[in-house]
């Protein structure tokens, strides 16, 4: 095994690594949470129905000073560089790397990169660039992997980007906003799922 296939093969490891530090400090998170959401200001704790994850992350939310935003903050800090590098190693699951490939390296980049910022003032921003960004991304590798007929990998690409543009569509257009936020546990569940799979296959390639 060359030292490039070996370096892969660690590096695809780093998104799954990420997606369970993220998990665990989201987790601790909600525990943390005073409490509060759209629906009933005065709630106590994190609910999984009606709170958001950017709830978690908020410094005071509806007069209350949230105690878990560091830690979920440092979660979101985690799970951006961990999917980062999951679009960067995403082109070694084909035989070659073309301009397509190329194209979700950066645009899957430039994604997480915006995504960055969703605890920040420019929270909706953060989300419409991310949106634009992934969304390209995640084209360009469906036709990527349509081309290379990985048909199983590609049918949970088209789920997990299908899960992700319905949630925007319902933040965007508050049609059925109030059950997003428990669609939007559903969705993340489902990319994470995705990025393990294709993670875990990216390492069966660099083995052979």
């Known amino acids: 095994m060359t030292l490039h296939l070996i370096q892969m093969k660690r590096f695809a490891l780093i998104p799954i690594f990420g997606i369970v530090l993220y998990v665990i400090l989201f987790f601790i998170a909600t525990f943390l949470y005073t409490g509060g959401h ?9 609910s999984w129905v009606h ?8 410094v005071e939310k509806f007069g209350r000073y949230n105690e878990a935003h560091l830690i979920a903050k440092a979660g979101h800090i985690v799970i951006t560089a ?3 590098v999951f679009f960067l190693v995403f082109p070694y699951l084909f035989e070659s790397i073309n301009r397509r490939l190329r194209g979700v390296q950066l645009f899957g980049a430039l994604a997480m990169i915006s995504i960055l910022f969703v605890f920040t003032e420019w929270h909706n921003t953060s989300i419409n ?3 634009f960004f992934g969304l390209i991304a995640g084209i360009l590798g469906l036709v990527e992997l349509w081309q290379s007929k990985k048909k199983k990998t590609l049918l949970g690409a088209i ?18 906003i109030e059950f997003l936020p428990a669609f939007q546990k559903v969705i993340i569940v489902i990319t994470f799922i995705w990025i ?4 875990l296959s990216i390492r069966r390639k660099a083995s052979i």
């Open 196 to 199: 393990i799979k294709v993670c």
């Open 82 to 84: 961990s999917v980062l």
């Open 38 to 46: 759209e629906t009933a200001h005065d709630a106590k704790g994190f």
């Open 159 to 176: 789920i997990c980007l299908s899960a992700n543009v319905v949630g925007y569509l319902m933040y965007a257009t508050n049609f059925f």
């Open 51 to 58: 709170n958001y994850w950017c709830d978690l992350m908020a």
């Open 129 to 131: 660039l991310m949106v």
